[in-house]
């Protein structure tokens, strides 16, 4: 049986229910059984509606419309939990090891990169610049080494570079200052 075979058994099923109506054996149900009572006829009808309409969908050819998860937040025991790295990381690693720590955009859309960095441009601890035209990248302020935000050069496959790394003074100043950082991303 595929899916939509099994949507419409449910379907059919839950409307069965809905009349009162075995859906296993096709014998009406009796009149005391708490399947008859108003609120659960209500709610048998409204199932049935919904996988009609996920089968319909099925059908179709079309994507079973997701729920819109809510915005990134982090509660003050998540904000407990999210573990600080010894050794000073980039913003990405920060932002996936908080993201990890609150169920990697299960419940929620996740906390990104932008949010952090935006909110860092504003508050002057790192500014943008252009390294070469169409090219942007953020850079530290002296304000950046208060709070333990430092840059590093690296040599990768493709030369040197400048990478902006966290310590772990910058991080919790982060994960402190997330409401602040999440306002001013809900703003824009």
Known sequence: MNELDTLRRAQQYMEQ??????????????????????????????????????ADRLERGERARQPKKPEFYLTEAERAAVPISETPVTVSVFVQTVNDAVGGGESRKKLTLSAITNWLVEKGFLREVETAPGKR?????????????????RTGQYGTYTTVLYTPEAQRFLLDNMEAVLAARDSR
């Not at 096709?26 to 709610?43: F, I, K, S, Y």
């Not at 048998?44 to 996988?51: E, Q, S």
């Not at 990248?137 to 050069?153: D, F, H, N, Q, W």
């Open 17 to 54: 229910l809905a009349q009162g109506i075995d859906p296993i054996s096709g014998q009406e149900l009796p009149e005391d059984t708490v399947l008859n009572q108003a609120r659960l006829v209500r709610c048998f009808f409204y199932v049935a509606g919904i996988l009609k309409e996920d």
């Open 137 to 153: 990248r953020k850079c530290v302020t002296p304000l950046a080494a208060t709070v333990g935000i430092l840059e590093e050069e």
